[in-house]
C-alpha cells in the first residue's frame, strides 16, 4: 500500500514573525524606556527619602540612570560618593582612617579617635545583638522594595499595551 501524502498549509506565517519582530523590537523602544525612567525616579525619589543625612552631599549624589545594552534595559540607581555603599550595607568592625572622620566628628560634637575606636570594636553588642562595625541603613534597598510592587504592575501595563497593539 503507498504512504498516504500528507499537506500541510501554514497560513499567516509571515505576518505572525513580522509581529514579534515588531514587539521585540518596541519592548527596547522608546515606550519602555520610559516605563524604566518612570520606576528608577519613584526608587531615587524614596532612596533620597531613606538616606541617613547629615551633609545632604550623598542624598543630593543619588540618581537614577536607564540602559539600553542589546534586548536587555536596566534600570540603575545609584550613587557616585565613595562613602555610599557603606551606609546602604554596613561595614564590619575596622579602624578607619582618623582624616576621614576629623569633620564628622567635630560637627557632632566628638573626637574622630572615638567614632573611630567604637568602629574598630569587635564583638556583639549586647543591646543591638549585632557585630559592631558600622551599621548599614539599606535605603536603596528599602526604596526598591517599597517601590517593587508598583514598578511590576507599570511594566506588566507596558508589556502588554506593546503585545497587544
Known sequence: MPDPIISVEINGLKETNAQMERIAR?????RFLDAMRDATIWVQTDAKRYVPVDTGRLR??????V????????????????????????????????AALETW?????????????????????????RTLGTKGFRYLQRALDTNADRIRAHLGDVVGEIVNR
Open 60 to 65: 543630593a549624589s543619588i540618581t537614577p540612570e
Open 67 to 98: 540602559r539600553a545594552e542589546g534586548q536587555t534595559v536596566w534600570g540603575v540607581v545609584g550613587s557616585n560618593v565613595h562613602y555610599a555603599p557603606y551606609l546602604e550595607t554596613g561595614t564590619r568592625p575596622h579602624w578607619p582612617p582618623m
Open 105 to 129: 566628628a567635630a560637627r557632632h560634637g566628638t573626637t574622630a579617635f572615638a567614632v573611630a575606636r567604637s568602629i574598630a570594636r569587635h564583638g556583639t553588642s549586647v543591646y543591638a545583638q
Open 26 to 30: 518596541d519592548l527596547g523602544g522608546e
